[in-house]
Structure formats: structure tokens, C-alpha cells
């Protein structure tokens, strides 16, 4: 979960501050993981800790959340609340933006709470990522923040270093 003020806790329940700017890999299906099953999620930091977007990836659908809310599916800005192909639901709640592949992976983005993931019991086993996953669980000692995190860099995002 990454909170509204830069604060990034894993599965494991590890909580760190954020202060390295660019896109990440938070939680994405790795091996083990059935084709149907298979979903991306990465986030992209900007300055003072904030979540400037949210890209969650699944076979053949591809969505940008903005900081302010702003939907795009596979590239269309669209309204919401939409569901769209592999039982996958995007639609807004109050404040909270929310992203489902049902039985699979949750993704939940307020402005006000932040970012929030979650994998189902089958999926943990299978996922990789900043995050990590219940199976395995990432010591964080003896590392920074930012090496930890420079591990799950994007490297498909362009670098936001100069």
C-alpha cells in the first residue's frame, strides 16, 4: 500500500517512506502465474511522495489512473464505471477509484488515502514486485529504501532522473 504522504508498507506489513521518484513495479503476476491470470501494476512517484499515475496491466487491457482521477483504457479516456473484457471492473466510489479482476487483484486509488493493493490467497504465491507477497516476505534490513526499490524500477517508464 502506498499511503497519501509517501509511506509504503509491503505485504509482509513493512512500512518505509518513499523518497525515490520514477515508475515501479509494485505487484505483478510472475512465474506460476496461468495466462488468464496475468496483471501488471506500477506505480510512478513524483516529487514530495506523490503518486503522479497508476498502470495496471492485464491480457489485452491496459489502464492509466492520474492523480486526479482521469480514466484511460487502453487509451481512450472513458467514464466510469466501466467492465471491461477478462471480468475485469473500473469504477469510482466515492473518492476511491477502483480496479478488480475478480478472484485475482484489487487495486484501490484515493486521493486522500493513497494506493492501495491486493492479491487473492491463490494469487500470493505467485506474484513478485516491491510488494512482495506472503510467501515471500522481503527483509528490508541492512538495504535503503532506495535500493530496495531501485530493484523494481520500470524499465519500460521512462527515467525520471536527469
Same mark, same amino acid.
Given at each position: 500500500?502506498?499511503?497519501?504522504?509517501?509511506?509504503?508498507?509491503?505485504?509482509?506489513?513493512?512500512?518505509?517512506?518513499?523518497?525515490?521518484?520514477?515508475?515501479? =513495479? !509494485? +505487484?505483478?503476476?510472475?512465474?506460476?502465474?496461468?495466462?488468464?491470470?496475468?496483471? @501488471? &501494476?506500477?506505480?510512478?512517484?513524483?516529487?514530495?511522495?506523490?503518486?503522479?499515475?497508476?498502470?495496471?496491466?492485464?491480457?489485452e487491457?491496459?489502464?492509466?489512473?492520474?492523480?486526479?482521477?482521469?480514466?484511460?483504457?487502453?487509451?481512450?479516456?472513458?467514464?466510469?464505471?466501466?467492465?471491461?473484457?477478462?471480468?475485469?471492473?473500473? =469504477? !469510482? +466510489?466515492?473518492?476511491?477509484?477502483?480496479?478488480?479482476?475478480?478472484?485475482?487483484? @484489487? &487495486?484501490?486509488?484515493?486521493?486522500?488515502?493513497?494506493?492501495?493493493?491486493?492479491v487473492?490467497?491463490?494469487?500470493?504465491?505467485?506474484?513478485?514486485?516491491?510488494?512482495?507477497?506472503d510467501?515471500?516476505?522481503?527483509?528490508?534490513?541492512?538495504?535503503?529504501?532506495?535500493?530496495?526499490?531501485?530493484?523494481?524500477?520500470?524499465?519500460?517508464?521512462?527515467?525520471?532522473?536527469?
Amino acid at each position: 500500500m502506498v499511503e497519501a504522504g509517501g509511506s509504503f508498507s509491503l505485504f509482509s506489513g513493512e512500512t518505509w517512506n518513499i523518497t525515490s521518484i520514477g515508475a515501479y =513495479e !509494485l +505487484v505483478k503476476a510472475c512465474d506460476g502465474a496461468l495466462e488468464e491470470e496475468w496483471f @501488471r &501494476v506500477v506505480v510512478e512517484f513524483g516529487s514530495q511522495n506523490s503518486v503522479v499515475a497508476v498502470y495496471v496491466y492485464f491480457e489485452e487491457v491496459f489502464i492509466t489512473v492520474t492523480n486526479n482521477q482521469s480514466t484511460w483504457i487502453n487509451g481512450k479516456l472513458l467514464t466510469l464505471p466501466q467492465k471491461l473484457k477478462n471480468e475485469v471492473m473500473v =469504477e !469510482l +466510489v466515492e473518492d476511491s477509484l477502483t480496479i478488480e479482476k475478480k478472484g485475482i487483484l @484489487r &487495486v484501490s486509488f484515493s486521493l486522500s488515502l493513497g494506493l492501495k493493493v491486493s492479491v487473492s490467497d491463490g494469487m500470493a504465491p505467485k506474484v513478485c514486485g516491491a510488494c512482495g507477497s506472503d510467501d515471500k516476505i522481503f527483509v528490508l534490513q541492512r538495504q535503503s529504501i532506495q535500493k530496495f526499490m531501485a530493484k523494481w524500477r520500470a524499465l519500460d517508464f521512462p527515467s525520471s532522473l536527469c
